[in-house]
């Protein structure tokens, strides 16, 4: 256990680094597309939008669900990757209930796409399961909240950034 809390504390301390390293940084770079799936998961998308703009990253908050506009979904997800040419971009997908939308955009896109579900007390263990459990060749990550997403954005960025090289 104590070899945990040291490995812990080192992690934290390496994203501490990280963090004031980018919000130091002049050079701002890397695009967030959160697409929810309804406009009743606004509020959660706001929490992940000013936590990505902490660290410089802009983001675009759409709404578009994969099951009742699947055409229009598909529209917005070609124009969020023509707008990924010259910068590290990456998809959050936001969807309560069944989450479809991660899966149908992992499966229709080369960005990765990682869900960020808005869980309820009443729901989270059903609602879970659509965002862990998808078809075979479907990639997405899922966190269950805004926090752990940003690690995983900033890890994503940073590596895409050394490819562009923007560091």
């Known amino acids: 256990m104590q070899n945990l809390k040291k490995n812990f504390k080192w992690v934290a301390e390496q994203v501490e680094e990280i963090e004031s390293s980018i919000a130091a940084s002049e050079y701002r770079s890397g695009r ?7 406009p009743s998961d606004l ?7 000013a936590a990505c703009e902490k660290y ?11 099951h009742k506009s699947t055409a229009d979904t598909m529209k917005l997800l070609a124009k969020i990757e023509g707008s990924a040419v010259d910068e590290p971009a990456v998809i959050v997908a ?3 209930r069944n989450n479809g939308l991660g899966p149908v955009l992992s499966g229709n896109t080369i960005l990765p796409v990682i869900n960020c579900l808005p869980v309820s007390a009443q729901w ?8 862990l459990r998808f078809p075979s060749g479907l ?5 269950l909240s805004p926090e752990p997403l940003l690690l995983r954005l900033l890890k994503y960025c940073l ?9």
């Open 124 to 131: 989270a263990t059903s609602d879970i399961w659509s965002s």
């Open 139 to 143: 990639g997405c990550s899922t966190v």
């Open 159 to 167: 590596s895409t950034m050394l490819s562009f090289g923007a560091c």
């Open 56 to 66: 410089g990253a802009s983001c675009d908050l759409h709404v578009s669900s994969a």
């Open 43 to 49: 509020d959660h998308c706001k929490q992940i939008k």
């Open 94 to 96: 936001v969807a309560g």
């Open 32 to 38: 967030v597309s959160v697409i929810m799936g309804s």
